[in-house]
């Protein structure tokens, strides 16, 4: 090959290495920004008085006497929207009863949002349900539900032949010459006084357990749930992913039925997920009963075996790397197989080692449809330590599928799901950054 030829080739080379370097950069920032810009908003956001008031009430965060006094001043801004609709009801009573069943419909709709902008009226009964006994408690919630109170949809077929078109018609025109008239001007000009934003820092999103299924409260559940299920597949993966790859590497003779073993490793890398959940709920729940039910031991047990190939061979390669003749030197000095394996093969192959565990921590943590059949569940509580033998728990992944696909009031938590996104993401570079800097140290020891 002419020199000219093969200088446009490198550079035709590094040009694409380049190139592929700079959109795999803008895939991750495409990917990564509305995850992190959506997902900080579940720990910094506007919140209003109804938040302080769950902090203080559920929690017991907070300072009780600036609550009252803040209380008192966004009563005294509600008071006029209360009696607006006391006047309302009286003159409701006094109507033909054909005219006030014409009102009725559109006033329940009326209360019924203003019940979930601002929270129960004044001595009515409290709600069973803890979302029901708060208003908004987000800024941003707050000025949609506003708009929900202010206008109506409606469904207009006007057009021949054409599909029905979604509008809004302001209910202020529903009421007009009624005494309920003025309260669609009053609310969007008092709308700060009656709900008091105020910026708010809630870092203990990460470590608050959930009330009323994330409607309120944090994720430390699936946090902790997640923590547990990728340390413990690590725990039985490891140990048994290396010791195959030391036998496979340095005890195995090679042979047609070493070479199927190795055939039906790398099969198994390829295993799509669900198999293992199904394998997981057949083997370690049905079969040999580890628990009850699902439990953390299971889920672990089953991740385990879905990284297990990853981590056998990323540690043959790692084994191989090493020098043929540091095990020269070490037989040679009369040490025996065994003690050369454990002094000098694998501490010289630690750091590729390491590296396949990286990866197999980041897919375990990751990993939901494992998890569904053998150890996740949508709501939980903290689980301690020995309560994983025979406990499910709550997980980032399932509960991120959970809650963006099967919640009742989705719309009202994408806060919770992008939050939960953000955490997992962070959790996973947490774990891998914790392997790398011992990869890192390791290697830089055995180099002197």
Not at 132 to 155: F, I, P, S
Not at 194 to 204: A, E, V
Not at 369 to 382: C, D, E, H, N, Q
């Amino acid at each position: 090959m002419r020199l000219g030829t093969r200088k446009l080739l490198d550079k035709a080379f590094s040009g694409l290495g380049l190139m592929a370097i700079a959109l795999m950069a803008m895939a991750l920032v495409l990917i990564l920004t509305p995850i992190i810009w959506r997902g900080s908003k579940a720990y910094l956001f506007k919140g209003t008085i109804e938040h302080r008031r769950v902090m203080l009430e559920q929690f017991g965060r907070g300072d009780a006497k600036a609550f009252n006094r803040e209380t008192r001043q966004a009563a005294e801004a509600r008071a006029p929207v209360y009696r607006m609709l006391e006047e309302f009801e009286a003159e409701m009573k006094a109507m033909d009863r054909t005219v006030r069943r014409n009102y009725k419909d559109a006033y329940g709709e009326v209360e019924e949002a203003l019940h979930v902008l601002l929270g129960p009226r004044p001595g009515k009964r409290t709600p069973v349900l803890l979302r029901q006994q708060y208003g908004q408690t987000r800024w941003d919630r707050t000025m949609v539900k506003l708009h929900e109170v202010l206008y109506a949809t409606e469904w207009d077929y006007s057009t021949p032949g054409a599909m029905g078109v979604q509008i809004e018609k302001p209910r202020v025109d529903q009421f007009r010459g009624t005494r309920l008239e003025p309260l669609f001007d009053y609310l969007p000009a008092h709308i700060d006084e009656m709900m008091r934003p105020r910026t708010t820092f809630y870092w203990r999103f990460i470590t608050d357990t959930s009330k009323d299924s994330h409607i309120f409260g944090g994720i430390w559940p699936e946090v902790l749930g997640t923590i547990y299920l990728t340390l413990g597949a690590m725990l039985f993966a490891v140990p048994m992913g290396v010791i195959a790859a030391v036998y496979l590497c340095e005890y195995a003779k090679e042979g047609r039925i070493i070479s199927f073993l190795r055939i039906c490793i790398s099969t198994l890398a390829g295993v799509p997920s669900i198999v293992f959940g199904l394998f997981g709920l057949a083997f370690f729940l049905n079969t040999i009963h580890v628990s009850d039910s699902k439990s953390v031991l299971a889920g672990s047990l089953t991740l385990s075996l879905l990284v297990l190939p990853t981590i056998i061979r990323s540690s043959e390669e790692a084994i191989l790397a090493v020098p043929r003749s540091y095990k020269e030197a070490a037989f040679g000095l009369g040490a025996g197989r065994w003690r050369t394996v454990l002094t000098v093969i694998l501490p010289a192959a630690l750091p590729g080692i390491l590296t396949g565990i990286v990866i197999s921590m980041g897919r375990a943590a990751g990993e939901t449809a494992p998890i569904i059949f053998t150890a996740a569940v949508s709501v939980g509580m903290p689980l301690k330590l020995w309560e994983t033998m025979n406990q499910p728990t709550p997980a980032l992944p399932w509960n991120i599928y959970n809650l963006c696909t099967e919640h009742e009031a989705v719309d009202e938590i994408r806060h919770v799901q992008y939050g939960m996104v953000l955490t997992l993401v962070a959790l996973v570079l947490l774990l891998n950054l914790a392997a790398i800097t011992m990869r890192a140290r390791i290697a830089k020891k055995l180099r002197g």
